[in-house]
């Protein structure tokens, strides 16, 4: 049997760990999605020095919002409790960096300063509906266990 410190250790490494995975998927969609557009020739490079139509960053903004829940909801998933917490945990750090961006980035998006924010602004909400997922699918599995 484990002590109360390793147990509370395995937790936080877990919890870490959660986080880690979740961000790392979030960012392979996105970055692999923005490397396909632009493959297929419906984007510009990569390379910050084109710029991306409005319409190419409203698409941009709705599947990173997609993106966004299905990486709290691995979050969520990965969690050793609390997956609504870790979720809503990462979706903070998320709006975090964000701002970061959108202020770092704001002088070089001259027309388009929308964009960084509408990424800041959905951080949260995809956070809470990507745990809000994990959440019904427990109670799914709870109600399904109670049936047998």
Do not use: C
């Not at 999605?33 to 084109?50: R, S």
């Not at 997956?83 to 964000?98: D, E, F, I, K, Q």
């Amino acid at each position: 049997m484990q002590s109360a410190p390793q147990a509370s250790s395995r937790r936080i490494g877990r919890s870490i760990l959660a986080l880690f995975a979740g961000v790392i998927v979030g960012i392979v969609l996105s970055t692999g999605t923005d490397f396909a557009l632009h493959a297929m020739g419906m984007a510009p490079a990569p390379n910050l020095t084109e710029r991306w139509s409005n319409n190419l960053l409203l698409l941009a903004t709705a599947y990173r919002s997609i993106y966004g829940i299905i990486a709290a909801y691995v979050i969520a998933r990965l969690a050793p409790n609390h997956p609504m917490g870790h979720a809503l945990l990462a979706g903070a750090l998320g709006l975090v960096v964000s701002t970061l961006g959108a202020a770092a980035a704001w002088n070089s998006t001259v027309g388009q300063h929308w964009y960084p924010i509408a990424l800041a602004l959905t951080t949260i909400p995809t956070a809470w509906v990507g745990g809000k997922l994990r959440l019904l699918q427990l109670q799914s599995e709870a109600v399904a266990a109670v049936v047998k």
